[in-house]
């Protein structure tokens, strides 16, 4: 890691001390599904909690999200198959403990929204005599059986890629996210003592001195309030991940990474960072931003086809259009390449409920003018999941004392190489409740340190130039996409470590006063994290190819483990169930 990023404690100079003062039981810094989640535990069990949210709450990820919650809800699905396929997809690096975590927890946390509100889609009988049918279809879904005390009870269920079963519950078709954010937003601030701050800039996370030392809150800036410093007992880190590293991507502007990039400064575990998911059908309009096509229209019969009509998957994948999405992305590519053609199409044509089921994606295609009802929509990849991120038990413990994590930015081993479609948003269901459990149990431990404490964050003023951070901010996003996106080599992304090492030097080194310039900081950081780790990791597995090295290795199936100031990651074995029933930490601290 060049020096310029580890010289780097904190992005601005300050003594804490002398700034604005707040103070509460629980800081959550993110307004997506796991902060919110975490803070509706930590909230029920009578903390006073604080929200810091970058941006407002249409532009989380979690808003953002068109898939919806997989969850073992039907009598012919089982946890087992929903495991077996997690892992299948995660290409054998995922913790079968962290799995089996989520997996377990998904139907609870379903039905929770349900009683709190949330609309799931409901399937449509079709049972010829009238009268539902047990089990009931919504296009090509599934349904709960007919229950009147389970709130849960007709659901449709969809399927997507990777997924052997139709577990995939919805909201309007493609809003599950919208929907999801509104639930826990309007579940959340009916709370007694929860605050919630919207854009509301985390800079850093605060510490005492030492290795590992305790996470004591976090500094902040508000555009109307100023730099703030908030003291917390428990800091719960739900930042979300870096998809705007890369020029390419599905994520909110928002999405820049700095919950990886302030946890790296403060010395926290990073791990898996070389893996990042990138969704194989975003629309592909030149001028355009690249907005989403949702998996599940693929698993409602959806095809992809190249530009003569040929749908290729099955060539590729004996999954076809429903094989994970790392094997889609790069079949998607190796057709580009083979078709000298800049993109492929999605054909929906013969669908005959498209905008009905799908009506946030067809007012999308109806803005460029494009009829799904007769025409192919094009598409290509973009980079959409960061898998990668801070190490945490399943608890949400980090190697820093006081600091939880939980959602996007943690890393768990519940994704492994490449994350199982729809798991996202029931991981951070699932990990904020239990973060929120773990929050109290900080709160409760009498010997910790806490706030206000005299903490001095000395800048010298640099002397070297100045670049042009739209500049840098750009040409860091094309190189990433072009050299550490979807293929990689081992030349080409040393030559991208070069690249951010310089622009690094002449921007690590500034001390910058608004948004701008942090987001250019942590971008480059993350950029230089993803890079690190895909450069050590010399084999192919799940989202990370490399075409120098296109095979697993065995060497290769761990965990890389890195931290600030050290050149080198350790690294430790993938947890299988069994190792969990022998000793191995599972609820501990890493």
Known sequence: MPDAFNHRRYLIPFRATLLPQIFTDVLVIGGGVAGMRAAIGAAAGGADVIVAAKGRLEESSTAWAQGGIAAVLTEDDSPDEHVRDTMVAGADLCDEPAVREVVDGGPARVREL??????????HAT???????????????????????DPVAGLAFGREGGHGRHRIVHVDGD?????????????LTAMAGVRWFSECFVLDLITTEGTPGRCLGAITHHPKYGLQVIWAGATVLAAGGGGMVYRETTN?????????????????????????????????????????????????????????????????????DLAPRDIVSRSILQQCAATDTSHVYLDVRHLPRFAERFPGIDRTLKRFDIDAKTQPIPVHPAAHYTIGGVRTDLDGRTSLPGLLCCGEAACTGLNGANRLASNSLLEGLVMGEAVGRAALEELADESRV??????????????????????????????????????RDGDR?????????????????????????????????????????????????????????????????????????????TTRPVLAEAAAATGQPVHSAP
């Not at 349900?114 to 399937?123: I, N, P, Q, S, V």
């Not at 809003?175 to 579940?187: D, I, N, Q, V």
């Open 127 to 149: 049972g010829g005599d009238g009268d539902d049918d047990e089990r009931v279809s919504n296009g090509n879904g599934r349904a709960a059986a007919a229950d009147d005390g």
């Open 175 to 187: 809003a599950t996210g919208r929907a999801l954010a509104r639930t826990l937003h309007a579940h």
């Open 450 to 487: 806490r706030g206000p404490i005299k903490i001095v964050s000395d800048i010298p003023i640099s002397d070297r130039s100045e670049l042009d951070l739209p500049d840098v901010r750009s040409s860091l996003r094309s190189v990433m996409w072009r050299h550490v996106g979807i293929e």
């Open 252 to 320: 909110p502007r928002v999405s820049t990474g700095d919950g990886l990039a302030m946890a790296y400064r403060a010395g926290v575990e990073l791990q898996d960072l070389a893996f990042v998911q990138f969704h194989p059908t975003t629309l592909y309009v030149a001028g355009a931003s690249r907005s989403l096509i949702t998996e599940a229209v693929r698993g409602e019969g959806g095809r992809l086809i190249d530009r003569s009509g040929h749908a290729f998957m099955p060539e590729y994948d004996e999954r076809g």
């Open 493 to 569: 992304m040393a030559e991208v470590e070069h690249m951010i090492a310089f622009w690094a030097r002449y921007t690590m080194d500034k001390i910058f006063d608004d948004r701008t310039g942090w987001e250019a900081q942590n971008l480059l950081t993350v950029g230089a994290l993803i890079t690190r780790s895909a450069i050590w990791r010399c084999e192919s597995r799940g989202t990370h190819h490399r075409v120098d090295f296109d095979r697993p290795t065995e060497a290769f199936r761990v965990h890389d483990v890195w931290r600030r100031g050290e050149d080198a990651p």
């Open 114 to 123: 349900a009683e709190w509100g949330m609309k799931f889609d409901l399937a």
